[in-house]
């Protein structure tokens, strides 16, 4: 057994075909029973059977052949386990014969409480708690369910019976094909399904409501199922999952290749959602929307994770990765096509736009040292849950537009088309991809990309004026600011002065120039001086379709400004502009002084999506400037006042009649930025608000889309001698059955900025009341109660560990602990308390935050010695607008 442990994939010396699959869960013992046939292929000599298990008592194995004359059955010699190699093998006397046999198997579990795996949530019935059976197998945890080849590249067909109490409800990836009841069990199969991977095979087994429709061409069934009670909740997104999967038949060329598609909500649940073959699961905040209490952001979300998972069924369930090195060929496609279908679907919601804070996500994560490439190495299990990360999701996803933009939209179109025909049903790598695009764009894409795909990081483009010609270098971007290795071949997209004046071309090497006036026809000296009115400014990487970052000399920096002030660029320019700039200053490679002087060009803006980014750009700098310069903190938050309280006059409190989604969700935002920065109308006006909605849960007074506002504002003023605003929500957390106010209200106590009570928020989170998913949304606490909550974490770490195991919730936990810090020191001492306790889930994790504190820490230092802050804060904070 020895020459199988460590390997980081199982040996190919035989492989399986179909899975016969039995369970019997027991939802009052929290156990499952079951057994498993699987036929096999082997493929060449070998007197062992090697696949996956874990948290499994394995029994009665055999496996045998047949074949016109005679069978065989041939009992183990011997079966071993491995738990960190989590594999099982079976070692048998004499070799096994060549060809086709079965394995069979008795197999016995515990349906835990981790969120992976069989594993339990909770749920009410008429004032009783039950139990639910639910799968969540991705990345490798069918292991723990049933004995499996439990890689992608093992694909094979599924039948699926179970045996569960008579009266609940049980679902599987296909259609029932037989139900027999007998006392109170009852036994229910299900069609064979088609070939897929195990990480796909999905079972929920518990008491639910659901709402039905079909898709318009194919009629596919399409259901969204729920707790009982909540089912008008899930028509929005049944109506978003019929359209969706009507549309993406249309751009794919391929039909879904089911006959249903059920959608599920399940209340503890530690991803946003999960694709499985015809059985998606989701958490509720992802799936179920309430016209009388959800946000205009929560319909969003919904329809986004609706149309993303649906993507899967293309992207990952019918073309499947290899191995999950090309986890991205899933999760970077699926997120850009869901921007895709929201788009067809909502135009009016602009996702597009929306679509640079993926962006903005990928380059934050790739700019540090620790980030890895989208194609990264995997060797065991325990690192997969790490990459399921902004570089798969988000880099991936913008890669991907990228190329989209490159090539053209009707060329990228017809170039996946063929992809997923040629490939359906089998496994894919990158290069499989790459080769579909060239044979139908006639371009050397897989060239142009693989210095995206295999390489770590992103380059910032640097252009300068010299001699009548503009310069264009290009180098790896670190928020550390340290100068790294790398070289792409970036698509520079430029405009001068107008966006009908512009050149796009391939930046293949370090450094290369162009001459303005023979590419565009405008004077490079004119666009300098600001005489030619085809040249007062220059715009790289238009539109924000490229990802890298850019960094303007300063002439070119204040031309852009001056743009922004009339107004003459687009959103994702204006949005562009600014975060590469925020970036740099991050980087110290442009001060905070010039950044904040290009904000306050910002003063009348009134898009969501640009006013979202600087919001959360103020955040950071408040954050900074407290370690920094905390004597200029009052005139700091006076300057993000002034600019936010345009948009907040202009939106006030109250929806109008007609106005768009957009400002539905600015409008609370703003509001929610100008409490935490201390405005005294917003605290008041949120206070009276939120006490009128305690007294009457259906006053027009707090609308979904400003509670959290409210919420905020009301946290602002407690502190331990004055709790009433704490109780109140805590009130509202307890009488609410919708997990999206329950998360609203966690995040909004996570903003008190008394230390004391943050420590009994942060209790709470730990607490039977909060699910263990939704306990996040209370980290993010006030950056003035971030040692309270260090020194929380440490003393709670060994029950911290405990509730979240494994997995990238524990990650989650220790990036929103950690990285708020800004002192060496303070780097040191997280690095020497996780020496001993870190997990292999959140090493890389770990290791992100610690770089995140010392990026902090040199940002401080760097912001100290700015001779002119303090007159530019000054400034800013009292001029005049």
């Given at each position: 057994?020895?020459?199988?442990?460590?390997?980081?994939?199982?040996?190919?010396?035989?492989?399986?075909?179909?899975?016969?699959?039995?369970?019997?869960?027991?939802?009052?013992?929290?156990?499952?029973?079951?057994?498993?046939?699987?036929?096999?292929?082997?493929?060449?000599?070998?007197?062992?059977?090697?696949?996956?298990?874990?948290?499994?008592l394995v029994h009665d194995a055999s496996v045998s052949f047949a074949n016109q004359k005679s069978s065989k059955v041939i009992q183990p010699s011997s079966t071993q386990a491995c738990e960190v190699s989590q594999i099982l093998v079976f070692e048998f006397a004499e070799t096994l014969p060549f060809g086709l046999g079965t394995l069979r198997m008795d197999f016995e579990g515990i349906l835990n409480d981790n969120m992976k795996g069989f594993y339990r949530s909770t749920y009410e019935h008429n004032g009783e708690k039950k139990n639910m059976a639910v799968t969540q197998f991705e990345p490798v945890d069918a292991r723990r369910c049933f004995p499996c080849w439990d890689e992608p590249a093992f694909k094979a067909t599924f039948k699926i019976t179970l045996d569960v109490p008579s009266e609940l409800v049980a679902l599987s990836n296909m259609p029932i094909v037989e139900e027999k009841v007998n006392g109170d069990l009852k036994t229910v199969s299900y069609q064979e399904s088609p070939i897929m991977s195990t990480y796909l095979v999905a079972i929920v087994v518990g008491l639910f409501d659901y709402v039905e429709d079909q898709t318009t061409d194919a009629g596919v069934k399409v259901r969204v199922y729920c707790q009982v009670g909540k089912a008008n909740q899930g028509k929005f997104a049944l109506d978003v999952a019929v359209k969706t999967l009507d549309l993406y038949k249309e751009y794919f060329a391929v039909p879904y290749s089911l006959p249903?598609?059920?959608?599920?909500?399940?209340?503890?649940?530690?991803?946003?959602?999960?694709?499985?073959?015809?059985?998606?699961?989701?958490?509720?905040?992802?799936?179920?929307?309430?016209?009388?209490?959800?946000?205009?952001?929560?319909?969003?979300?919904?329809?986004?994770?609706?149309?993303?998972?649906?993507?899967?069924?293309?992207?990952?369930?019918?073309?499947?990765?290899?191995?999950?090195?090309?986890?991205?060929?899933?999760?970077?496609?699926?997120?850009?096509?869901?921007?895709?279908?929201?788009d067809s679907l909502f135009p009016e919601w602009k996702v597009w736009n929306q679509f640079l804070e993926e962006s903005n996500h990928g380059l934050t994560l790739d700019a540090l040292a620790e980030s890895h490439p989208i194609e990264v190495e995997i060797n065991h299990a325990s690192e997969v849950d790490e990459i399921f990360d902004a570089i798969s999701y988000r880099k991936g996803a913008s890669i991907i537009r990228m190329l989209q933009s490159y090539l053209g939209p009707e060329c990228f179109q017809r170039s996946l088309a063929s992809y997923i025909k040629r490939h359906r049903c089998s496994n894919t790598k990158t290069e499989d991809l790459w080769a579909a695009l060239e044979e139908g764009s006639g371009e050397p894409v897989n060239k142009l990309m693989s210095s995206w795909t295999k390489q770590q990081g992103y380059p910032v483009v640097t252009v300068k004026v010299k001699d009548e010609k503009l310069v264009f270098e290009q180098s790896r971007f670190l928020s550390s600011g340290s100068s790294g290795e790398g070289q792409w071949i970036v698509p520079i997209t430029l405009c001068c002065g107008s966006y009908d004046v512009r050149k796009n071309f391939l930046l293949q090497t370090e450094t290369e120039s162009v001459d303005i006036k023979q590419s565009l026809g405008c004077s490079l000296s004119k666009c300098c001086g600001g005489n030619d009115k085809y040249c007062d400014w220059i715009k790289l990487n238009v539109d924000q379709t490229g990802f890298y970052r850019v960094k303007y000399d300063e002439d070119l920096a204040a031309k852009l400004r001056n743009a922004i002030e009339k107004n003459h660029l687009t959103t994702t320019d204006r949005f562009g502009i600014l975060d590469d700039a925020f970036a740099l200053s991050m980087a110290c490679q442009q001060s905070v002084t010039s950044l904040l002087t290009l904000m306050g060009a910002y003063r009348e803006e009134l898009d969501y999506t640009v006013l979202s980014n600087l919001i959360s750009i103020s955040y950071k700098l408040e954050r900074i400037a407290a370690d920094a310069v905390p004597e200029l903190l009052d005139n700091l938050r006076q300057f993000f006042t002034n600019i936010f309280q345009f948009a907040a006059e202009k939106l006030g409190w109250d929806p109008k009649p007609g106005e768009s989604h957009?400002?539905?969700?600015?409008?609370?935002?703003?509001?929610?930025?100008?409490?935490?920065?201390?405005?005294?109308?917003?605290?008041?006006?949120?206070?009276?608000?939120?006490?009128?909605?305690?007294?009457?849960?259906?006053?027009?007074?707090?609308?979904?889309?400003?509670?959290?506002?409210?919420?905020?504002?009301?946290?602002?003023?407690?502190?331990?001698?004055?709790?009433?605003?704490?109780?109140?929500?805590?009130?509202?957390?307890?009488?609410?059955?919708?997990?999206?106010?329950?998360?609203?209200?966690?995040?909004?106590?996570?903003?008190?900025?008394?230390?004391?009570?943050?420590?009994?928020?942060?209790?709470?989170?730990?607490?039977?009341?909060?699910?263990?998913?939704?306990a996040i949304f209370g980290l993010g606490v006030n950056w003035k109660a971030r040692e309270t909550a260090w020194t929380w974490l440490k003393a709670k770490w060994e029950e911290i560990s405990k509730i979240f195991d494994s997995g990238f919730l524990i990650g989650r936990f220790v990036s929103a602990t950690v990285s708020p810090f800004a002192s060496y020191e303070k780097a040191k001492e997280v690095e020497e308390f996780f020496a001993s306790r870190v997990k292999p889930s959140m090493a890389r994790t770990l290791k992100q935050s610690i770089e995140r504190v010392h990026i902090n820490s040199r940002w401080v230092q760097s912001v100290q010695k700015e001779r002119d802050l303090p007159n530019a804060i000054n400034e800013l904070a009292w001029r005049r607008y």
């Open positions: 057994m020895d020459q199988f442990k460590g390997q980081p994939r199982l040996p190919k010396f035989a492989v399986p075909k179909r899975y016969d699959i039995y369970i019997k869960p027991d939802l009052c013992l929290c156990k499952f029973s079951g057994s498993v046939a699987i036929d096999i292929d082997i493929l060449s000599d070998t007197r062992f059977l090697v696949l996956n298990a874990a948290d499994l249903k598609l059920d959608m599920i909500a399940i209340p503890d649940f530690a991803a946003g959602a999960m694709e499985n073959y015809g059985l998606v699961t989701y958490r509720e905040t992802a799936l179920l929307y309430d016209d009388q209490h959800s946000a205009a952001a929560n319909k969003q979300r919904v329809a986004t994770v609706v149309a993303h998972e649906l993507a899967h069924q293309w992207f990952g369930n019918l073309v499947t990765m290899e191995w999950w090195t090309h986890l991205w060929l899933n999760e970077g496609f699926a997120t850009w096509v869901s921007y895709l279908a929201t957009l400002d539905a969700m600015l409008r609370g935002e703003i509001l929610t930025a100008l409490a935490l920065f201390g405005h005294e109308q917003t605290i008041q006006e949120g206070n009276r608000r939120c006490l009128a909605f305690l007294d009457d849960r259906s006053t027009p007074l707090l609308p979904p889309d400003i509670r959290k506002a409210a919420y905020v504002a009301v946290m602002q003023t407690v502190n331990a001698s004055n709790r009433s605003g704490y109780e109140s929500l805590l009130r509202i957390y307890r009488e609410s059955d919708l997990s999206q106010e329950k998360t609203r209200i966690l995040s909004s106590l996570a903003s008190c900025p008394d230390p004391n009570i943050i420590l009994e928020v942060l209790n709470f989170l730990l607490s039977s009341e909060v699910r263990s998913q939704d």
